[in-house]
């Protein structure tokens, strides 16, 4: 099945830092990857749509100069955490759909635990 | 702003079926019904999805009205793993289009 694949697991950085977290879809190609933002005991909130070779759309209320997202290639989206405040410390999940082949609807990633201390 | 309405917590006995509901009233016709499931600290898992027709997986049975407003899924068989938070997400068809997440439905599988 299809399957995405998201590193670092858990990350912790330091106030004023900035954390890359890559998502990979290991066995399709995903034209269009989507990042998403958990805060304990909410539901996921989209933050944006990665369209490969282009520029992502942010959700209202993303500030896309603080949350850098590149989609270089049809399976590798990163979305860099840029001046890390204690706030943006979240869960961070990815997901993809292929372009084509078996039809699993969108796959997730295990998602990114980002602790800013 | 999430297109479904779930209960947000259910309860099941160990072994016996566990139905959850959805409702979709605002559902386009083009819009396919995705079930997820999020067990804590995981990123979401894919149950099963449908268009107009039931469907059935290893996993699941998805059973939509012929209105298509509603959704149950059943897991026919609970066990204590099937602890999870259910997500019910109404969606595009196409590759691009995104999900919104409601609140989801609490599940939790009791011995």
């Known amino acids: 099945g299809a399957v995405v694949s998201q590193h670092p697991s858990r990350v912790i950085c330091k106030s004023g830092t900035s954390v890359k977290i890559e998502c990979r879809s290991l066995?399709?190609?995903?034209?269009?990857m989507f990042w998403y933002r958990q805060f304990p005991k909410q539901s996921l909130m989209l933050m944006a749509t990665?369209?490969?070779?282009?520029?992502?759309?942010?959700e209202q209320g993303v500030e896309k100069d603080k949350f850098l997202i590149n989609h270089a290639s049809l399976t590798l989206s990163t979305l860099t955490v840029t001046s890390a405040h204690p706030e943006d410390s979240s869960f961070y999940i990815c997901?993809?759909?292929?372009?084509?082949?078996?039809?699993?609807?969108?796959?997730f990633g295990s998602g990114t635990r980002l602790t800013v201390v | 702003d999430a297109k479904t309405t779930q209960p947000p917590s259910m309860d099941c006995a160990e072994g016996r079926a566990a139905n959850l509901p959805c409702n979709h009233s605002?559902?386009?016709?083009?819009?396919?019904v995705y079930w997820y499931r999020q067990i804590h600290s995981q990123g979401p898992q894919y149950i099963i999805h449908?268009?107009?027709n039931n469907e059935t997986n290893e996993m699941a049975s998805l059973i939509i009205t012929e209105d298509r407003k509603s959704s149950t899924l059943i897991l026919p068989h609970a066990t204590l793993r099937d602890t999870a938070v259910y997500y019910c997400i109404v969606g595009p068809s196409s590759n691009t289009g995104k999900l919104i997440f409601g609140q989801g439905t609490t599940l939790q599988v009791k011995p």
């Open positions: 449908g268009l107009k």
């Open positions: 066995d399709f190609q995903a034209t269009t």
């Open positions: 605002t559902i386009s016709g083009n819009e396919y």
């Open positions: 990665s369209n490969e070779g282009s520029k992502a759309t942010y």
């Open positions: 997901s993809a759909r292929g372009t084509g082949g078996a039809d699993y609807g969108y796959t």
